[in-house]
T-cell receptor, first 111, second 114 residues
Framework: DTAVSQTPKYLVTQMGNDKSIKCEQN?????MYWYKQDSKKFLKIMFS???????INETVPNRFSPKSPDKAHLNLHINSLELGDSAVYFC??????????FGQGTRLTVV | AQSVTQLGSHVSVSEGALVLLRCNYS??????LFWYVQYPNQGLQLLLK??????LVKGINGFEAEFKKSETSFHLTKPSAHMSDAAEYFC????????????FGTGTLLAVQP
């Protein structure tokens, strides 16, 4: 029933580990995003995919690699995690140049 | 650079009082404009949006916003605050083109006092 779902909701891991966050939308939207929300609540776009094609990559370290196997899924893999990667990561989708629909977020804590 | 500014990172009102959260955008071309609300430990929920047409838009939970091109503003209002309105509010813009890039303001934390 959930429109945009991401897993896991919480992720605690050690520095240097590799982790993935999965996202799925059942809204039939063509565009999906990853946003990062820092400790000050600031939301910054990381990536945007349109029909499985990367269209926005906002100077994100190449330790972050998005993968879109189909237009309903956009996963985020992070290599060699660092303390500064701790944040809440939001997946979102949108039909066009209109509003985005957000998942519940994944709180990543790197220790 | 394209940006959106929210004046006031914290706003406190009494229950029943008017809520006014400010948002200004920087563009000579009117963008699409949005207000989102984020409750603690939740995702973002769309309150309302302006794309074209009527400049006063009504959203959920009694909120409304008015697009004023001359002032490049899209302030959010609610006539009477309720305790359940306490949350973080984000103004966001899409400047069009093919990129579908939603740019957020820094957010305003609304506190509602009994």
């Amino acid at each position: 029933d959930t429109a945009v779902s991401q897993t896991p909701k919480y992720l605690v891991t050690q520095m240097g580990n590799d982790k993935s966050i999965k996202c799925e939308q059942n809204l039939g939207h063509d565009t999906m995003y990853w946003y990062k929300q820092d400790s000050k609540k600031f939301l910054k776009i990381m990536f945007s995919y349109n029909n499985k094609e990367l269209i926005i990559n906002e100077t994100v370290p190449n330790r972050f690699s998005p993968k879109s196997p189909d237009k309903a899924h956009l996963n985020l893999h992070i290599n060699s995690l660092e303390l500064g990667d701790s944040a809440v990561y939001f997946c979102a989708s949108s039909p066009s140049n209109t509003e985005a629909f957000f998942g519940q977020g994944t709180r990543l804590t790197v220790v | 650079a394209q940006s959106v500014t929210q004046l006031g990172s914290h706003v406190s009102v009494s229950e029943g009082a008017l809520v006014l959260l400010r948002c200004n955008y920087s563009s000579s071309v009117p963008p699409y404009l949005f207000w989102y609300v984020q409750y603690p430990n939740q995702g973002l929920q769309l309150l309302l949006k302006y794309t074209t047409g009527a400049t006063l838009v009504k959203g959920i939970n009694g909120f409304e916003a008015e697009f004023k091109k001359s002032e490049t503003s899209f302030h959010l209002t609610k006539p009477s605050a309720h305790m359940s309105d306490a949350a973080e509010y984000f103004c966001a813009v899409v400047y069009g083109g093919a990129t579908n890039k939603l740019i957020f303001g820094t957010g305003t934390l609304l506190a509602v006092q009994p």
